[in-house]
């Protein structure tokens, strides 16, 4: 039997607190409900869009999910956010896959890394 994992994911910089996160769903800009509350408290979407329009990204192409997930891309696939930046044609259909293989690598290296701990700490 095949199992296909078809769900869609995405990974993205937490508006709230700038670690990464994954989600489900295309519209989520924090981690958790606590940065979902401080992002509210301090206006930070707010001043984050005014920064984005600063950079001279057109209005109407603002927007955040997405742009929290060309930052993600930035952070763990350089090389591939130069080229969304340099190439129109290059869609995140074709980079949310290395995306999130980059991803998986950080988190399976930040799991590898407690288990040496625990290694460590059991010897
Ligand atoms: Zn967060």
């Known amino acids: ?31 958790s409900a606590a940065c979902r509350v401080r992002v509210h408290r301090n206006g930070r979407a707010r001043r984050w869009f005014g920064d984005v329009l600063r950079a001279g990204i057109p209005k109407e192409e603002i927007d955040l999910a ?6 993600a891309l930035r952070l763990l ?9 340099a190439e ?15 991803y998986w690598d950080v988190v399976i290296e930040a799991v590898e890394a407690d288990q040496a701990l625990l290694v460590e700490d059991a010897a």
Do not use: I, N
């Open 66 to 71: 997405f742009s929290l997930e060309v930052k």
């Open 1 to 31: 039997m095949t199992v296909t994992y078809s769900r869609k994911r995405y990974v993205r910089v937490c508006l709230g607190c700038d670690l990464l996160f994954d989600s489900q769903r295309g519209d989520q800009l924090t981690c």
């Open 77 to 85: 696939r350089p090389d591939l956010a130069d080229r969304v930046r």
């Open 88 to 102: 129109r044609g290059f869609t995140a259909e074709q980079w949310r896959g290395d995306l999130w293989r980059a």
